[in-house]
């Protein structure tokens, strides 16, 4: 697609909205794009990857942005438009004055900022992180959350091997290639576009990051079983764990919001699966989760989080959460995964899971749950994926860091069902109905398009 002077006025538009953070950042891009029907599809590509550029480098074109001519917007502007197009596709439509500043931005070696600048994350982010990773790691983080993350697709064994999705691929001129760690999962070079392909229409396969599909298999759910997807969304762990079970046993899918289980009706339609039952609930006083108490063998909890392990889909929400909104979620994320233990029978699993990467949101509440649920002890992830031949040990969690993994960043915890009560009077203990209520209808940030 070649730039144009009036794309990019359009870009300073839309940035200037996206900017205000009223809402997601896609969500806002959508909106504008709507109103705007005239852009074509190139079109809107060039403006949308550059106005997601300066949310992944806000920080340091805002630094940079500080001098030179014309206003701080219509620089940000053209340094997310110089980072995605090209600083001479930007020539013919810019003044000599931004000419000559743009050549003077791009000789700045981005080692000469300060740190705080150049790893593009908020103070109280980099604060929880610092925590944990040496600088020279936490450096190497940032610049991963940064990247833009690739097209992961997860093969439909119900329907196509990886190797016939590969071929598939292959044929239809797309380059692609086995992911090193899920056993069904295809890389593919670039983005192309997927959905008009008969391999996708067929349901062959479903667009699902490596780590969402990791995460599906610390579940290991097994033919004929009972599982319940506890906030299934619009399904990509549900369809997953499906054909995990050869579509075989009852799969739950449960949701509180109706529009997100309707987006996963026409994804099921092509799976080929006949044992997910996707189902609203209202509540954790539903009577279809009432029935359910004590008698499912595995359950998924893909909590609702701060969504801060896909920042290289959803740039945005470094800068739209903050601890406020992490002090209101991890309450909630307790309440609902107690709610969702008591469907769990003796001997079963429960696995608690968020795309997170802060500690308060995932270690911290898995920890608070064990401590006061005795009859649930945490099964190492080490020996789950060792069970599946997964070559991959994270230690005691499921612990996926896009710098180390080349995934979204993921965290998931194992937990077993004692199959005896510590003693007669043994009890789970569980959230108040009205705080599980609530925490089951609060959604929280957009997952990944596949979540």
């Given at each position: ?16 909205e ?5 809402g ?27 106005v ?32 995605t ?9 810019v003044?000599?004055?931004e ?8 000789k ?34 940032a610049?991963?959350?940064?990247y ?11 329907k ?15 380059e ?20 008009k ?32 997807d ?18 075989t ?44 108490a004590?008698?499912?063998?595995r ?9 801060l ?8 929400l ?15 994320q ?12 003796r ?54 860091w ?25 009890s789970?203990?569980?959230?108040a ?12 940030p ?6």
């Amino acid at each position: 697609m070649r730039l144009h002077g009036f794309l990019i006025g359009q870009t300073e538009t839309l940035l200037a909205e996206v900017l205000q953070f009223n809402g997601p950042a896609d969500a806002t891009t959508s909106r504008f794009f709507r109103a705007h029907p005239k852009l074509g599809h190139g079109e809107r590509g060039v403006i949308a990857e550059a106005v997601f550029a300066v949310l992944r480098r806000r920080m340091e074109f805002a630094h940079l942005s500080e001098s030179g001519s014309g206003s701080p917007a219509r620089r940000m502007t053209l340094l997310g438009l110089m980072q995605t197009a090209g600083r001479s596709a930007l020539k013919p439509f810019v003044t000599e004055q931004e000419m000559s500043w743009l050549d003077h931005v791009s000789k700045i070696d981005p080692e000469s900022l300060p740190l705080r600048i150049r790893l593009n994350l908020p103070d109280w982010i980099y604060q929880a992180l610092a925590s944990r990773f040496e600088p020279a790691e936490l450096a190497q983080l940032a610049a991963a959350l940064n990247y833009p993350a690739p097209l992961d697709l997860r093969a439909n064994p119900v329907k196509a091997s990886r190797a016939e999705v590969l071929e598939a691929l292959k044929l239809a001129g797309i380059e692609a290639g086995a992911m090193p760690f899920a056993p069904f999962g295809v890389r593919v070079v670039g983005k192309p576009p997927l959905t008009k392909l008969d391999a996708f229409q067929n349901g062959w396969l479903e667009v699902q990051d490596e780590g969402s599909q990791l995460l599906c298999s610390m579940v290991a759910p097994k033919r004929g079983e009972m599982v319940v997807d506890f906030c299934a969304g619009a399904g990509g762990k549900t369809l997953a764990l499906g054909a995990m079970m050869r579509s075989t046993g009852r799969l739950y899918a449960f949701d509180v919001a109706e529009r997100r289980l309707a987006k996963l009706k026409p994804r099921l339609a092509r799976s080929g699966l006949s044992n997910v039952n996707p189902v609203l609930i209202d509540s954790e006083h539903d009577a279809k989760i009432k029935r359910l108490a004590g008698k499912i063998d595995r359950v998924l909890v893909d909590a609702p989080c701060s969504g801060l392990g896909t920042l290289r889909r959803n740039p945005d929400l470094k800068w739209r959460q903050s601890p406020d909104s992490i002090g209101e979620l991890t309450p909630k994320q307790a309440s609902i995964l107690a709610s969702a233990a008591r469907l769990v029978k003796r001997g079963g699993r429960l696995v608690y899971a968020t795309c997170s990467i802060l500690e308060a949101e995932n270690e911290a509440v898995v920890q608070q749950f064990l401590a006061t649920h005795p009859d649930f002890v945490l099964v190492p992830a080490r020996e789950v994926f060792a069970e599946q031949r997964i070559d991959l040990d994270t230690g005691d969690y499921l612990s996926l860091w896009p710098h180390r993994h080349a995934t979204d960043g993921f965290f998931a915890a194992v937990m077993q069902r004692r199959m005896q009560p510590l003693s007669a009077s043994d009890s789970t203990t569980t959230a108040a109905p009205e705080a599980v209520a609530a925490a089951l209808a609060s959604a929280g940030p957009a997952q990944a398009e596949e979540a």
